[in-house]
């Protein structure tokens, strides 16, 4: 069975500094793995995408992620906070058997400090 | 071009009543999926569309039920409804029949139980 688990609930960051949103998963299969952001009182929106290309993906609003199969991780990085990234972030595994449902982690919370 | 709508946004209900959502996808897509999303949460898989048929369902009960339109429209009924079915109903669009392809969010429907 896929599942996902976002290592933390809240994440607090200043302005202008890294961050880090962390994600495990487990697969039977090759997985497809999304990273979304909501805002508040907003639906998802689909930050960046692996599905078994190149393990370091790029997405929107300079984000990016890398696969580590090793590691079986799909960490969510950008290198400078910006306020407007404040939200609550999802990571995401494709189910392949049958109709690719999604299956989400709890989320992750943002706070970006002034 | 439009994204995947959805109607209406807020809807307020009680306890035994019954209630329809309403959702557009996103132009080009063929495939819906449905989400419930309780307060804090991520959102929960209910069922997806395609061809008018549903393809597969998540751990919700019958009193949940959906359709899909030609057009590619769907709707979510949810019969005698419960406190517990308090959320963030969010409808989401693929085409393609969904396979290996992001899934396109609407803002949601907020209901509210009381």
């Known amino acids: 069975a896929q599942s996902v688990t976002q290592l933390d609930s809240h994440v607090s960051v200043s302005e202008g500094t890294p961050v880090l949103l962390r994600c495990n998963y487990s697969?039977?299969?090759?997985?497809?793995l999304f990273w979304y952001v909501q805002h508040p009182n907003k639906g998802l929106q689909l930050l960046l995408k692996?599905?078994?290309?190149?393990?370091l993906v790029k997405g929107i609003n300079g984000f990016e992620a890398e696969f580590k199969k090793s590691e079986t991780s799909f960490h969510l990085t950008k290198p400078s906070a910006h306020m407007s990234d404040a939200a609550e972030y999802f990571c995401?595994?494709?189910?392949?058997?049958?109709?690719?449902?999604?299956?989400f982690g709890t989320g992750t919370r943002l706070k970006v400090l002034a | 071009d439009a994204g995947v709508t959805q109607s209406p946004t807020h809807l307020i209900k009680t306890r035994g009543q019954q209630v329809t959502l309403r959702c557009s996808p996103k132009?080009?897509?063929?495939?819906v999926s449905w989400y419930q999303q309780a307060l804090g949460q991520g959102p929960q898989f209910i069922f997806q569309?395609?061809?008018?048929?549903?393809?597969q369902r998540g751990n919700f009960p019958d009193r949940f039920s959906g359709h899909q339109y030609p057009n590619y429209s769907s709707e979510l009924n949810v019969n005698a409804l419960l406190l517990g079915d308090s959320a963030l109903y969010l409808c989401?669009?693929?085409?393609?029949?969904?396979?290996?392809?992001?899934?396109?969010f609407g803002d949601g429907t907020r209901l509210s139980i009381l």
């Open positions: 989401a669009s693929s085409p393609s029949g969904g396979v290996r392809q992001p899934q396109h």
């Open positions: 697969s039977s299969y090759s997985p497809s």
């Open positions: 692996y599905t078994s290309a190149a393990t």
């Open positions: 995401v595994v494709s189910d392949p058997s049958g109709t690719y449902k999604y299956i």
């Open positions: 132009s080009g897509h063929d495939t």
């Open positions: 569309y395609y061809e008018e048929e549903e393809r």
